[in-house]
């Protein structure tokens, strides 16, 4: 029997739904795996404030676990494994450092400071021989990450894409089911505690781009720096686009994708619609689900909840108890560095099919006008709505176009008239 | 960097998709790994008719690499990991054992010899402290070995089923498509290579049994041995069923499906109707699907390539690189024996919906009297179809029942009196 004490960086969801986890599990792990995994201490902000939310939870965590420092945990030779729950990037980062530092494994499903300090903290755990974790830190319970890391560790892959941020998979889901405006599910959505207060890092992509960095670098072996995504959040979505979409045959989600060809890298996050029966159409809610493709591995989907604090700490515990297990670390790592690999050429040209929603005044000629800007550019049209409008009022004019360079699509959206045809929106089109 | 050299026993299809996977990959995995790859050593029954058959596939082996020897690999100081490729129980088993008892790991697809011989090869791979990597024995490329081992391993699975042989898959899915009755389908993907001269491993259903043997022995941390799984193949199918069960809005597929409620297990492989919506429905061709449910993850849903050299071989060596990477075996084990799990309580009265197909006499009553013998039995119908026949022929019934305990079922079906009503069929039905 082996003795594993664990410090935790904060106790919040995640961190309760660990805690709760090992309680639950901890003679059954000593039955598999001969080890007894015991949280021994707990850093929070404030004790009395934590005690408090703790037992609003039911959550029994003893006092004496409690602290307001955190070199009560980094300090303290009993413990082997610090498992990061505070999100954010700082303190959260420069905390890990200072665990892997001083000669702890580091478990994290914090996607912001791991995409924002990596190469710094890989390179500490590499110096101590220490081992990095971050299973939970994309998709939640989807295994992605031992999946690139280990699975696919000599295979080459091309492609990876997904949905993979569950608070705007819930709005756009349940716009597109209640036919409602993107401020009013929002609301609701915060009222519900399933959008922040703040609920831009979500809903502006930054939590997709932050993931779909990590994903992108360990599926290409090179670094994709954060800064190196391509972001379009939800928040121009209106309910008009999901029903134009729908009434095409479209679904609308969030989508992170990462393409390879060569050496030529598009990794980008953006609102996507998907033909209705493309399996990702019907990942709903909370769920979230990646496809990778690779020369030989083919393809491959992986599908699974990407929130709630049960299903995280599923993630987190399986790599607690393989850090628990082993005495080297074996995680395959990739050249680790802050800049982006400098092999790689970031393109922001890819080819993708367009929906536009264009404004147009109800005149002879606008519609000729409209098709030459996009001939002019080598768009080709795949399809059309033009609706009636009021007397002189101006008509929604929908097309999707075939697969064009992005930035032709844009130079011939640039083409249009103003005076007589608005740019509404533009959302990209996947088969 | 790191020398690896390994030997390979056997180098078929697979064998030979791994070989051209490291030849391809080797300067790659010297970059990110730091490891190079070499096979140095191939174990092949005849060393004349072997080069012939890799000249004919473009395979080049250098001849000085073959042996008809065992010993050649496993007396070989240098060679640290050998990968089998063999196929069937034996002599595969005992080679791989000799391997381990000689310090070398082992990589293996194999899961017949592994199904059947596991706490052997575990014990000695334990005694000599190196590891047993079998990631491709189950769902070729699906990660579903290492998702169990380690991703879940501290969760409580209760569940885990899908589409886990590729023959009976392609097969049941031309059937539906084409409407052509099974011998037919099968002659045709034996001439194409797609089903073995003799099909029974595949289509009696054992492959999918030894398969589901080790991912509910994985799954519930408790040996389910392979003679505790249930097991139907698709011999009995007829394209009449899958035809009825589609104007009842269902699929056919062969699962494998592993359950634990408490101590209580069921593990069974046989045919099965899936509602034509369900996710594993659309899984079609060589394609395979996994589903696991546990207490904490909850719903999670591998699909990829359940065959082919190549996907195959992208899982092996995603097992070797492990395996050259890891000083120390970390695969968490469960308490392997050669005998089922004593806390285990298996069972063969699971509860499932059941579709039956009669022929009965055309005469008044007999409906009166087939639904009486299942009320007698607790067995509720949930649809039906009576087709007309000709005058004087027996009339075919088609039922679907309600959940209902198997055996109920059987009892149900055994009081039908045979003179006026024959049971053509029994397939179960899952949601």
Partial sequence: ???????????????????????????????????????????????????????AKGLDVPRALLT??????????????????????????????????????VVTANKVALALNWARLQRTAEEQHVGLWYEASVGGVIPIIRVLNVNLESDQIDRVFGIINGTTNYILTRMASEGKDYAE????????????????????????????????????????????VYREGITAISAADIAFGKEMGYTL????????QG?????????????????????DGSLNAIFVHGKYCRDMMLQGRGAGDMPTASAICGDIVEAALS??????????????????????????????????????????????????EQVSIASMIQKEAEEGAR?????????????????????????????????????
């Fill in 1 to 55: 029997m082996k003795q594993v004490n664990l410090g935790f960086l904060g106790c919040g969801n995640i961190g309760g739904g660990v805690y709760r986890l090992l309680q639950e599990m901890q003679e059954e792990l000593l039955r598999r795996d001969s080890i007894k995994v015991s949280v021994t201490r707990i850093l929070v902000k404030d004790i009395d404030e934590a005690l408090q939310i703790n037992a």
């Fill in 68 to 105: 307001e420092h955190v070199e009560d945990i980094t300090s303290d030779p009993t413990i082997s494994i610090v498992c990061e729950f505070m999100g954010g990037e700082q303190p959260a980062a420069s905390f890990m450092e200072q665990a892997l530092a001083a000669g702890k494994h």
């Fill in 185 to 228: 599910v929002l609301a609701d959505a915060q009222r519900l505690g399933l959008a922040e207060p703040n609920p831009a890092t979500d809903v502006e992509g930054m939590d997709a781009a932050y993931k779909l960095s990590i994903l992108a670098s360990l599926a290409f072996h090179g670094r994709v720096t954060y800064d190196k």
């Fill in 253 to 260: 989600k969030l989508l992170g994708i990462a393409k390879k």
């Fill in 263 to 283: 050496n030529t890298v598009e990794t980008r996050v953006h609102p996507t619609f998907l033909p209705k029966d493309h399996p990702l159409a019907n990942v």
């Fill in 327 to 376: 005495d080297k670390v074996h995680y395959p790592t990739f050249d680790n560095t802050d800049t982006p690999a400098p092999d790689f050429v970031f393109t922001d040209d890819w080819i993708t099919r367009a929906y536009i929603r264009l404004s147009a005044v109800d005149a002879p000629g606008v519609l000729a006008r409209v098709s030459e800007s996009f001939a002019a």
């Fill in 395 to 431: 008509v929604p004019m929908i097309m999707i176009t075939h697969p064009a360079p992005e930035q032709a699509i844009r130079r011939a959206l640039a083409r249009l008239a103003e005076d007589e045809c608005t740019v509404e929106q533009m959302i990209r089109v996947e088969d």
